[in-house]
T-cell receptor
Framework: SQTIHQWPATLVQPVGSPLSLECTVEGTSNPNLYWYRQAAGRGLQLLFYSVGIGQISSEVPQNLSASRPQDRQFILSSKKLLLSDSGFYLC?????????????FGNGTRLTVT | GENVEQHPSTLSVQEGDSAVIKCTYSDSASNYFPWYKQELGKGPQLIIDIRSNVGEKKDQRIAVTLNKTAKHFSLHITETQPEDSAVYFCAALMDSNYQLIWGAGTKLIIKP
């Protein structure tokens, strides 16, 4: 069966520090990968998605970047965190080339920028 | 741009009663509509989905109805239980780029 791992679960970082969140998927090949952000009590905002190694699409301009160095690895980064980067970050995957395939989420990383 | 509106934002029901959450969407070409449940501190989990070739789908106490003409779909939970307390999100798949457009979420509270 497929599983998705996200770490760390929680993170407290000072303003101006770098960020690296990692996500890996097991049990499937060639997934579409996604990074979402959820502000407290709010909905889901798509940040990045990837349909293959090195292929990243950005949905909103921001202080963050994403990379996909391997087929089942997706990394969210920042060189200098802002207070507004605080939130709950979720990684997700779907089957590639499958129309309306369900989205499977990890358990998220709660980031607090102080 | 395309959007999905979800109502209500908060819903409080007595244990054992039914709960209904409604969503409307703007992209008339959308034809896939999933519902997700998010428990505190966890990622959303798919609970049911519906495709536009059917009008209703049931899975035990959960059902989803779709009205393509009116561009709205609803989640129905019957005989609610304490473990149904969570935030529920609806979404619609955009036909143009196959990305999900999300509703803002409904916090469902089940009162004992």
């Amino acid at each position: 069966s497929q599983t998705i791992h996200q770490w760390p679960a929680t993170l407290v970082q000072p303003v101006g520090s770098p960020l690296s969140l990692e996500c890996t998927v097991e049990g499937t090949s060639n997934p579409n990968l996604y990074w979402y952000r959820q502000a407290a009590g709010r909905g889901l905002q798509l940040l990045f998605y990837s349909v293959g190694i090195g292929q990243i699409s950005s949905e909103v301009p921001q202080n963050l970047s994403a990379s996909r160095p391997q087929d089942r690895q997706f990394i969210l980064s920042s060189k200098k965190l802002l207070l507004s980067d605080s939130g709950f970050y979720l990684c997700a995957w779907t089957l590639r080339r499958t129309y309306n395939s369900p989205l499977h989420f990890g358990n998220g990383t709660r980031l607090t920028v102080t | 741009g395309e959007n999905v509106e979800q109502h209500p934002s908060t819903l409080s029901v007595q244990e054992g009663d039914s709960a209904v959450i409604k969503c409307t969407y703007s992209d008339s070409a959308s034809n896939y509509f999933p519902w997700y449940k998010q428990e505190l501190g966890k990622g959303p989990q798919l609970i049911i989905d519906i495709r536009s070739n059917v009008g209703e789908k049931k899975d035990q106490r959960i059902a989803v109805t779709l009205n393509k003409t009116a561009k709205h779909f609803s989640l129905h939970i019957t005989e609610t239980q304490p473990e149904d307390s969570a935030v529920y999100f609806c979404a619609a798949l955009m036909d143009s780029n196959y990305q999900l457009i999300w509703g803002a979420g409904t916090k469902l509270i089940i009162k004992p």
